[in-house]
């Protein structure tokens, strides 16, 4: 393909020039002569592979129009080189620090300006081709890294005959309420992912006791209130994301203080595990368990607000209630 190349020069002699060498090179030119010139071309949102622009111009310095590139959403990425007749070292070190990416100076050799600009061209091209590749490999190790959270969190809910796609649902009603209390999209990313883990931990506990069907005794419910810190262990062998582990390992402490593992209080909880604190309690509510079927969207929300300040962060308790009062077909439940 050839290369396409936008030219600003006020010297019409230095332009004619350039057109020259590039024809023959079979290099695609366009030349502006002026600074108001360029502006009306980058108007039309055309993208070249460089900008060659002489630096001293009666109506915008090179410097002007390297600025102007770099902010407009269409060119910025290109590269731009400085054509100038100037010996001044400074000169040349102030425009690298600009942004431009070689300077070029007058006379030039025919042989040394195309070898300079198709190198140019050549590492741009081979940058912007890198970066992409690194983009198609992060979103396919995301996409990878999701499926197996997922695979993961499916398999804990085998466990409970009762509870399949609990995790799930947790996970998208936490993501919803911490969106609706203004965290950051990358914040929503990591709050559902502990969504999804946040019982990991039950991984380890007998498939007897989890899915008992009757009322369970204190021994057996001191297994359970295991998971937490289990799955705390399970997720903390994992050294790059270590606030995977903080869902998993409070989400069952309540806001007055009464809960496990470790009876936190209030804003000594992470915000993500008061979060699914609440998510799973109102999920364990609107499903099928083996001890009774899902309750009325009315009881549902009478125990939240009751439990709101007590069991659950008040301001969460409330984004849930939000989301509750809305959902007037009780869409929000297990199906």
Known sequence: MNERILVVDDDGMSLRLLRRVFDKAGIESRCCQSGAAFRAWLEEGEVPDLFLLDVHMPDASGFDLLRLIQTDPVCRNVPVVFLTGDEDVKTETAGLHAGAADFIRKPFAAEVLLKRVRNTIELNRLHRDMAQEIRVKTE?????????????????????????G??????????????????????????????????????????????KPGRLTDEEFAVIKTHP???????????????????????????????????????????????????????????????????????????????????????????????????TDYTMREV
């Open 166 to 211: 609990h995790s799930s649902r947790v996970a998208a009603y936490s993501r919803e309420i911490a969106r609706r209390a203004g965290f950051s999209e990358q914040e929503l990313d990591s709050v559902y992912m502990m969504g999804l883990l946040h019982d990991v931990g039950k991984i380890g506990i007998s498939d007897a006791i989890i899915n």
């Open 229 to 327: 810190a289990v799955g705390a262990e399970i997720l903390g062998k994992i050294d790059d994301l270590p606030e995977l582990r903080l869902g998993a390992h409070w989400h069952h402490e309540r806001w007055d203080g009464r809960g496990y593992p470790d009876g936190l209080k209030g804003e000594a909880i992470p915000e993500v595990a008061r979060i699914i604190a609440v998510a799973d309690t109102y999920d364990a509510m609107t499903s099928n368990r083996s001890y009774r079927a899902l309750m009325p969207r009315e009881r549902v929300r009478a125990e939240i607000e009751r439990c709101s300040g007590s069991q659950f962060d008040p301001r969460f308790a409330a984004i849930l209630l939000d989301m509750i009062d809305e959902d």
């Open 140 to 164: 396919r190790l995301a996409r990878a890294y999701i499926q197996i959270v997922q695979a993961l969190a499916a398999s804990v809910d085998a466990k409970d005959k009762y509870t399949h």
